[in-house]
């Protein structure tokens, strides 16, 4: 992942509008969006974890308002399954290597080079961050716009939707046990609140 450094917030602004369909009005916002923790040192006081708080909910909201107008007969069970299918970090991670936001992200040297999970989680993060950005910039319209372009076709594409490894445990329990709903406990957690 390179680093955007060189870029200016004009600069990212008018790289992203084809890609968001948005003309970006706070320019300033969106280079702060898409700054990463790890370059305070040379961006002081400014990275993304506030915008990608506020992007998650933005995305679910319009992501499930999506399916239901889609999947008008589908179970809530379903809807769920197809919901976590789209806005998991991995779904976050392949849009915005779509819409090559990894190269416009400013990040420390140190997080440039990562792999594998943390890379996609990084991904999917500063992809949350650019939906706020797109929320508090053009309103809800705006984002659900955006929303619709990349997502839309993939709520299609999943079709039954595949499910998280707990929910086929958890299934999986429920019927080998005659009913009975299996019970969770945490041996430990490590890293920081928002990323065990």
């Known amino acids: 992942m ?9 600069a990212l602004a008018e790289a992203l509008a084809p890609r968001t369909g948005h003309a970006f009005a706070d320019r300033q916002r969106l ?19 506030r915008f990608e708080f506020l992007g998650d909910r933005v995305l679910g909201l319009v992501v499930a308002d999506m399916l239901l107008a889609a999947f008008p ?16 970090a991995e779904a976050l991670s392949d849009i915005a290597e779509e819409i090559g936001l990894p190269e416009l992200i ?18 999917a993060d500063a992809l949350e961050s650019l939906i ?17 372009r990349y997502w839309q076709p993939r709520s299609q594409a ?16 429920h019927q080998a046990a005659a009913g009975a709903v299996p019970a969770y406990r945490v041996d430990g957690r490590e890293g920081p609140d928002h990323d065990p």
């Open 106 to 123: 400013r990040a420390g040297s140190d997080v440039r080079n990562l792999d594998g999970r943390k890379r996609t989680n990084l991904r």
């Open 73 to 88: 007969d589908a179970a809530e069970g379903e809807l769920s399954l197809r919901l976590n299918a789209l806005v998991n």
């Open 31 to 49: 280079q702060r969006a898409l700054t990463h923790a790890s370059a305070r040192s040379t961006h002081a006081g400014v990275d993304y974890e």
């Open 132 to 148: 706020a950005v797109l929320y508090l910039d053009g309103g809800l319209e705006a984002a659900r716009a955006f929303i619709h």
């Open 158 to 173: 999943i079709g039954a939707a595949r499910r998280d490894a707990k929910t086929e445990l958890q299934e999986w329990a």
């Open 2 to 10: 390179a680093a955007s450094k060189r870029l200016t917030a004009d």
